[in-house]
């Protein structure tokens, strides 16, 4: 039977044949790297498909009103996504929280337009009806406000976008998380909020959002959870250095990654989602720009988000900052590629590419 088909037939709760579920054990089994990445064994696979079938009717409803909102038409595309990835994953977020005594801070890194926030949310979506509190902030809620970005551009004309480190308030970040970190069910905890469409798109921070209780934090942000490289590592890229100008801001904005470290400490774990090809992004957040605008917001303009793009890769290069932490597993838990059209790609854990 077409796999299509199958999660068709359990996503509307009909019961499914023993060689069905013989099938979904196989598909589950043969994808070795993403079986890894949950924990999925020959031993309780069959544990696994139970409970990934019991839960998918509940929850894919939700799942699927909430992709057609923001413009995913393919029903297809989101049953299967949401069997081989947002559930396990899920289902894996949701055991490491049980292991912790305080909530789980789960980072989520990767380039701009990536899906960091669009996964979050779904993730979201997913645990509560697992029965956890999930509560995401991005790394752009940290952003200093419109008038301090002024200020910080008479101190250094460089940094005149806003995105790479400098232009974040580390301290809010810092007691925020530790906030979170520390939470219990009694918790009143502010979350600093950001309007990218504020001021003609620069962005402003807007209200906070009063959040309770919660078990789960993802954090998101496209530098989280990036450390500084070796400075000599800067001369031999050519080609998207072109002039010593840009060498020197790509040398400083890696000095000052040192000042994200005491942030980067409260990650528990951290999941990248890494494109099959970076320059991917400047597609993607034109198009999550336009979204914006057709919304009835104000946003930046194609030409403006084209430099925005290349500023930010010219502030932490994705070839030197990203690609070298999908084999590293002291970083990184589970890297999770996008492919052109946006679809998921290889599921992995770092350990397990290594040579
Ligand atoms: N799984 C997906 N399939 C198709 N489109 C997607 C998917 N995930 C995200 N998108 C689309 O890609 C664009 C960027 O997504 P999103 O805003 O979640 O990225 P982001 O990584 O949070 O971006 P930024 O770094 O700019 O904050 C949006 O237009 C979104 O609708
Ligand atoms: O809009 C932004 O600030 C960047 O895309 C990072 O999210």
């Excluded at 993403?34 to 139970?50: L, N, P, S």
């Excluded at 219990?184 to 950001?194: A, E, G, T, V, W």
């Amino acid at each position: 039977m077409n796999l299509i088909d199958l999660l068709e037939d359990l996503a509307v709760g009909k019961k499914v044949a023993t060689p069905a579920y013989q099938q979904l054990t196989t598909e589950v089994l043969a994808d070795e790297l993403r079986a890894k990445a949950f924990g999925i064994t020959i031993a309780q696979v069959e544990e696994v498909i139970k409970e990934r079938s019991s839960l998918f009717p509940i929850i894919y409803p939700e799942v699927l009103q909430f992709c057609h909102n923001i413009g995913f038409e393919q029903s297809s595309d989101v049953l299967l996504t949401l069997w081989n990835l947002w559930l396990p994953l899920a289902i894996n977020l949701a055991a490491n929280r049980q292991q912790l005594e305080r909530p789980l801070i789960q980072g989520i890194v990767g380039g701009q337009g990536t899906g960091k926030s669009t996964l979050a949310a779904i993730l979201k979506i997913i645990l509560k009806h697992l029965g956890y509190h999930a509560v995401s902030i991005s790394l752009d809620d940290l952003y200093k406000t419109y008038a301090e970005r002024l200020l910080l551009i008479e101190q250094d004309p460089r940094l005149i976008w806003r995105g790479p480190p400098g232009t974040h308030d580390l301290q809010l970040g810092l007691s925020v998380l530790e906030q979170l970190r520390e939470a219990d069910q009694q918790s009143n905890i502010l979350i600093p909020r950001f309007d990218k469409s504020a001021k003609k798109g620069a962005g402003d921070r807007t209200q906070p959002e009063l959040i309770q209780a919660v078990d789960i934090v993802l954090f998101e942000g496209w530098f989280v959870g990036i450390r500084p490289i070796t400075p000599t590592a800067f001369e031999h890229q050519t080609a998207s250095f072109v002039t010593e100008t840009d060498k020197l801001f790509a040398r400083d904005m890696n000095a000052r990654l040192s000042e994200y470290l005491p942030l980067w400490q409260l990650l528990d774990r951290l999941i990248l989602l890494y494109p099959v090809d970076y320059h991917l992004s400047q597609e993607w957040r034109l198009q999550a720009e336009h979204q914006m605008i057709a919304a009835g917001k104000s946003g930046m303009t194609d030409s403006q988000i084209k430099e925005f793009v290349n500023y930010f890769w010219k502030s932490l290069h994705p070839e030197l900052f990203i690609k070298p932490l999908i084999t590293h597993p002291s970083y990184v838990d589970l890297v999770i590629e996008i492919n052109a059209d946006q679809s998921i790609g290889a599921v992995y854990r770092p350990c397990d590419r290594l040579p």
